[in-house]
């Protein structure tokens, strides 16, 4: 049984990395401050874990929270390009000083591996597609940049202290507990709950746009395989993490009404600052270094998600 430490474990990733590495019997411990996250998220699970109420930000609390880990899964943050381009020294702290933080705590407490939560808004909005790690990175928005700058301390972290790191290029993880209810949402949890309660959901931009949008559980492996894959594969590495098919909003809109069953239109609205217009990666490096395989298709990681939606649309 190993000790995993997971930062942001009442996030939406965080607390289902806490429930996947439960059910495989290993030993679990967890920050967050609950800026974004969610005291229901972990409930269920709190007797099982060792939670600390704490913010990245504080250097001693993250020393204390990595004594005796075995692996790190850094996945707080404040997750939001709109929220960034907002309060660009707020996502810097929480993005970047909590990220390096989180890496001296870890360095100083001799962890095996790190895994972090990079961003594919690394990529910007350079025309090719898909895109692959070797592509030179091209961040738009504050977010991308402080996603994007923490990836390079997880490399340095390895080169300067061989503190064993791994970061995963997240394409538009959904899935059951994606918070819908703040106005910087991932689409997928903000369209699903307005079809399920019959509103209007709104398409920003012409609704062409298109994302590589991945279903929780393919995450949640590519973590538990980043943390077991050999160094020589995966230490100082950066790894997409997505299906490798991308659909644009409006596909994503036709199939939300074949499974919620909401016959209206969609409203529209402008086009987010700092916005792309396509994502689409390519995986083969992942199942490479990693072993990593998508085993939930969009459809079905749909599915999955408005059932859960649906069995607590009344708490919405
Ligand atoms: C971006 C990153 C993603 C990161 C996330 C954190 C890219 C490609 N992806 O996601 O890796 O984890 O930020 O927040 O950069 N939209 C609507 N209506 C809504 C809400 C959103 O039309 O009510 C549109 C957005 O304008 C965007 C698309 O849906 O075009 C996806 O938006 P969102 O779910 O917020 O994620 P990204 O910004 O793509």
Known sequence: MACYLIT??????GSSLARALLSCGEQVRGV????????????????????????????????NSC???DYVLHQAAIPSVPKSVLDPLGSNRANVDGTVNVLLAARDAKVKRVVYAASS????????????????????????VAKLASEHYMVSFYRCYQLETVSLRYFNIFGPRQDPSSPYSGVLAKFSTAML?????????DGEQSRDFTFIDNAVAANLLACKAPAAQAAGQVFNVATGRRVTLHE???????ITGYSGTPKYGPERDGDI????????????????????????????????????????
């Open 197 to 205: 309660r019959g509103e209007q959901p709104t398409i920003l931009g």
């Open 67 to 69: 004594a005796g880990v």
């Open 277 to 316: 217009k396509h994502s689409l990666a390519d995986i083969s490096k992942a199942a490479a270094g990693l072993g990593y395989k998508p085993t939930v298709e969009f459809e079905e990681g749909l599915r999955l998600t408005v059932e859960w939606y649906r069995k607590r649309t009344s708490d919405l």
């Open 121 to 144: 808004s690394a990529y910007g909005d350079t025309p090719t597609l898909p895109k692959h790690e070797a592509m030179n990175p091209d961040p738009i928005s504050p977010y991308a």
């Open 252 to 258: 994503t809109f036709k199939s939300l009404q074949g």
């Open 32 to 63: 967050d401050n609950f800026s974004t996250g969610k005291r229901e998220n972990i409930v269920e699970i709190l007797d099982r874990i060792d939670f600390r109420e704490a913010d990245i930000l504080d250097l001693d609390a993250m020393h």
């Open 8 to 13: 942001g474990i009442a996030g939406f990733i």
